[in-house]
């Protein structure tokens, strides 16, 4: 599921175990080549006890195709339950972690679509830079759009098409989505949301050495995680998620350079669960794995 991509947010996908849940049929990433558009279809397992699915800034919409279920979910707050079955298009909140859990039939099957969250970002600013009440738009969608439906199902059954139409696919349904389903929330306090952006990223350096979620920091300068991604991106240029890998990145290249402590207890203090993890994160981000950094 974790494509090394600047336009896809997928790196909350790391260590989700996949093979539970689904199994993956088609993916136009390494299908079709599409690098603009994110498109999967997936067979699911029919009975599903805890799957906890992380929160990412893209627009991810879930069409089932077949197979019914009943289907609980969490997000910050209490268990809401709805039948899942072919035709009932779904929009997931960005930046919303959810649990999940269901019984359904054998034949459950379902077409998924990632649009990058820098494609609505870009349409948006274009629209005359309208924020977006991701919770709004997730329940105006789950009212039922038949042009959005035919929409999804173009694109999930467009095969070997080059990048040029997922790229164009993708701004259309962006355009889509905030036309039809958007509205502006109320006018924000900017004083108030300047303070949380800047306690939420004391809070980042204060527990770097932390797993913290999304949800966490948004819980502890009390906005919902959706309002609370919107506002950071807006104060910052990054998303959270983003910007606290830059802290950890940071602070790993100040101890390499400054101090002679071994690489694991580094990773230990970046927040990072192993040597191996820093390593990885620190070779995309720098272009040098840590040893070799120290050295230089």
């Not at 991106?233 to 910007?243: A, D, I, N, S």
Request: charged share 25%.
């Amino acid at each position: 599921m974790v494509f090394d991509s600047e336009r896809f947010d997928l790196q909350p996908y790391t260590g989700f175990d996949m093979s539970r849940y689904v199994r993956r049929t088609y993916c136009s990433w390494e299908d079709s080549g599409w690098e603009s558009l994110l498109v999967q279809r997936f067979d699911h397992v029919p009975v599903a006890e805890d799957m906890r699915l992380p929160g990412v800034a893209d627009l991810h919409l879930v069409l089932p195709l077949a197979g019914r279920a009943v289907m609980e979910t969490r997000g910050e707050g209490r268990w809401n339950r709805h039948q899942w079955g072919p035709g009932r298009l779904e929009l997931a909140v960005p930046g919303m972690p959810l649990q999940r859990r269901y019984r359904g039939d054998e034949t459950m099957r379902s077409l998924q679509v990632h649009i990058p969250g820098t494609t609505v970002d870009s349409v948006a600013a274009r629209l005359g830079g309208r924020a977006v009440d991701h919770e709004a738009m997730s329940a105006s969608v789950a009212g039922g759009d038949p042009l959005l439906d035919e929409l999804v199902r173009a694109v999930g059954n467009a095969g070997e098409q080059d990048d040029l139409y997922a790229e164009s696919a993708a701004a259309f349904l962006a355009v889509h989505l905030l036309t039809r389903h958007a509205r502006k929330p109320e006018p924000p306090n900017a004083g108030r949301e300047d303070q949380r952006v800047r306690a939420a990223v004391t809070m980042m350096r204060d527990r770097l050495s932390e797993p913290l979620t999304v949800a966490e920091i948004a819980g502890e300068v009390h906005l919902s995680v959706y309002h609370f991604i919107r506002v950071f991106k807006e104060k910052t240029g990054q998303t959270p998620h983003r910007f606290l890998g830059g802290l950890r990145m940071e602070e790993a290249r100040r101890l390499l350079r400054d101090t002679d402590l071994p690489i694991a207890a580094i990773a230990g203090r970046c927040g990072f669960a192993t040597p191996s993890a820093l390593s990885a994160a620190f070779l995309k981000h720098t272009g040098a794995r840590p040893s070799e950094y120290r050295n230089s």
